[in-house]
């Protein structure tokens, strides 16, 4: 099993900037892709961002936010610069497995809320 730990979200003005972090813990060598999901009120959960060999962006955040990871330390973060109102949401960190032998299912965090005023 693995555990997934975000922390950073808070209240910003717009365009300011927050660093979100999720920690991993457990059987973290069974961990591939790690991602950030975003889901705003009466809105489908949408993938943000996500990193293994390769990073993508959603379209809507692309320039504006970064992921990254610290293999060393089972680590994902997403800088987010140049925030606006619409990246308002729930942010959740998510962890693919490598195969299925680790897991059939994706690991979630609980989420940490992400609010940018106008």
């Known amino acids: 099993q693995v555990q997934l730990v975000e922390s950073g979200g808070n209240l910003v003005q717009a365009g300011g900037s927050l660093r979100l972090s999720c920690a991993a813990s457990g059987d973290t060598i069974c961990i591939d892709a790690m991602a950030w999901y975003r889901q705003a009120p009466g809105k489908e959960r949408e993938l943000v961002a996500a990193?293994?060999?390769?990073?993508y962006y959603s379209d809507s955040v692309k320039g504006r936010f970064t992921i990254s990871r610290d293999n060393a330390k089972n680590t994902v973060f997403l800088q987010m610069n140049g925030l606006k109102p619409e990246d308002t949401a729930v942010y959740y960190c998510?962890?693919?497995?490598?195969?299925?032998?680790?897991?059939?299912?994706?690991?979630w965090g609980q989420g940490t809320q992400v609010t940018v005023s106008s």
């Open positions: 990193i293994s060999y390769f990073t």
């Open positions: 998510n962890a693919s497995p490598v195969d299925r032998d680790c897991s059939t299912h994706e690991w």
